[in-house]
């Protein structure tokens, strides 16, 4: 079964500096997709950002960008310019290629505090 | 455009009692998602349909929990009994075959309470 972890329950950051939150995952699939998603106290799961395993180069969504890592199988996400609006809580998910759209393996999060 | 909508936003229900929640997945797509967020176990996918039809039920915690897809536009998890383990929030996502990723979109959420 594949897992997902976030080793960081919480992180700080000065506003507009750059912060990297950092995921990990095991799998045994070759390909696969991956996710972050941004939880605001409003509960509603956003999505930021998401990579595709055969992909080589690292996606980028404006100050969000990732370290897409496939042999060490890592994926973390830099935000840049850091805004009070990037407070939230951060989940990395995983879900594998195939034939239909499988469910998504969240990790247990990243509370991402923003000090102004 | 709307969104995936969830109903009610809020549940405070008494043991025992029945709960259902409703979902509407954004028009078109053909993939819903039901997942569960508490504290300790964080997210975890319940149930999810491809075209009304339930793919992968492994998630489902318990007899007492039942989903079902009667038209593309609705969908329902049903917890009866309900017990004070059942508190957590409830998602609902849907997505559209084909479109590279799958990217699933989220509903606000219901927060269930059960005392």
């Known amino acids: 079964a594949q897992t997902v972890t976030q080793s960081q329950p919480e992180m700080s950051v000065q506003e507009a500096e750059t912060v990297t939150l950092s995921c990990t995952y095991d799998t045994s699939e070759s390909d696969y997709y991956l996710f972050w998603y941004k939880q605001p106290p409003s509960r509603q799961m956003i999505l930021v950002i998401r990579?595709?395993?055969?992909?080589?180069q690292n996606a980028t969504e404006n100050r969000f960008s990732v370290n897409f890592q496939k042999a060490a199988k890592s994926f973390s996400l830099k935000i840049s310019d850091s805004q009070l609006g990037d407070a939230a809580m951060y989940f990395c998910a995983y879900r594998r290629e195939g034939g239909g759209a499988d469910g998504l393996t969240f990790g247990k999060g990243t509370h991402l505090i923003i000090q102004p | 455009d709307a969104g995936v909508i969830q109903s009610p936003r809020h549940e405070v229900t008494e043991m025992g009692q029945e709960v259902t929640l409703r979902c509407k997945p954004i028009?078109?797509?053909?993939?819903l998602f039901w997942y569960r967020q508490t504290m300790m176990r964080g997210l975890e996918l319940l149930i999810y349909?491809?075209?009304?039809?339930?793919?992968?039920d492994s998630g489902m915690p318990e007899d007492r929990f039942s989903a079902k897809m009667p038209n593309a536009s609705f969908s329902t998890l049903k917890i009866q009994p309900s017990e004070p383990r059942d508190s957590a929030v409830y998602f609902c996502a849907s997505s559209l075959h084909g479109t590279g990723a799958y990217e699933q979109y989220f509903g606000p959420g219901t927060r269930l309470t059960v005392t």
């Open positions: 028009s078109g797509h053909d993939y």
């Open positions: 990579q595709e395993a055969y992909k080589q």
């Open positions: 349909f491809n075209n009304n039809v339930p793919i992968d």
